[in-house]
């Protein structure tokens, strides 16, 4: 009998985030996942997030808003979660409910 094949996301287990200026990258099978952002003061405002069709449903938008959170908490920043699935985050993780900017 054969062994089953490991799931797609397994792949996924090793690859590090990358942070640069502005944004945090996931680079796997020649495609970039990234999550842009842009600093202004004490605020980390999450604007984009974006995965390549071929990567989808392997949560790597969600691995990027975890750096983009741990990021904001390691440098004391508040956090604008303009981008809807950086909002939905929030709404899925109430640890990371303290760290948002009240812009109401």
Known sequence: MRAAPAPRESRWVTAAVEHQPGRFVLR???????????????VLDIQDTFTPPPLRGRELAARLTEAAFAYARSEGLRVVPT??????????????????????
Do not use: M
């Open 28 to 42: 796997v099978e020649g495609y970039e996942a990234e999550l842009v952002y842009e600093r202004r003061g004490g």
């Open 83 to 104: 981008c809807s699935h950086a909002a939905r985050y929030v709404e899925d993780h109430p640890e990371a409910r303290g760290l948002v900017e009240d812009v109401g």
